[in-house]
T-cell receptor, first 110, second 114 residues
């Protein structure tokens, strides 16, 4: 079945690292994505990882994929107040349809 | 540089009223999508259109209809609005021939059904 789960909230201090976790159930997923949604706006793609990769780094963002445990994480280094948003993971099974997680609201405090 | 444009941005309806949400993209994308976003439930796919002239049901199609009017436009219609359809609706599009291309999202339509 298709089910993507995330914790609903995360609160971190400015300058610390944030780690947002995601679990999925469909082992046939080919691409996994992280999207960011700022208040009152649509979703913007942050980064993605192909299922045959373990890790991908893009500036302050690090994506880790544990395919055996079906676990995906997004690490944001040196978290800033501008990183406060809702973060969604999403999976694709090789089609252009995406299955989204429930979203994690990240709050960054000074 | 419009991307995906949704209209209206806000709407309040009474139960039983009908309404069409409009979506247009100027990126020559093939596939278009309608999602609804509810607290704690993420985005759920209502309908999608892989190409002009085709539409398919997503996860939560009941109570909705769609029309892919041309390559640019994909509309979502509520024939008889119900309070359970109070939500934020997002339209998205993608070129569809490369999976690493992101879905481009509009800014959403906030719909309240009283």
């Amino acid at each position: 079945g298709e089910d993507v789960e995330q914790s609903l909230f995360l609160s971190v201090r400015e300058g610390d690292s944030s780690v947002i976790n995601c679990t999925y159930t469909d082992s046939s997923s080919t691409y996994l994505y992280w999207y960011k949604q700022e208040p009152g706006a649509g979703l913007q793609l942050l980064t993605y990882i192909f299922s045959n990769m373990d890790m991908k780094q893009d500036q302050r963002l690090t994506v880790l994929l544990n395919k055996k445990d079906k676990h995906l994480s997004l690490r944001i280094a040196d978290t800033q107040t501008g990183d406060s948003a809702i973060y969604f993971c999403a999976e694709s099974m090789g089609t252009d349809k995406l299955i989204f997680g429930t979203g994690t609201r990240l709050q960054v405090f000074p | 540089n419009a991307g995906v444009t949704q209209t209206p941005k806000f709407q309040v309806l009474k139960t039983g009223q009908s309404m069409t949400l409009q979506c247009a993209q100027d990126m020559n994308h093939n596939s278009m999508y309608w999602y609804r976003q509810d607290p704690g439930m993420g985005l759920r796919l209502i309908y999608y259109s892989a190409s002009e002239g085709t539409t398919d049901k997503g996860e939560v199609p009941n109570g909705y209809n769609v029309s892919r009017l041309n390559k640019r436009e994909f509309s979502l219609r509520l024939e008889s609005a119900a309070p359970s359809q109070t939500s934020v609706y997002f339209c998205a599009s993608i070129l569809a021939d490369r999976k690493t291309q992101p879905q481009h999202f509009g800014d959403g339509t906030r719909l309240s059904i009283l």
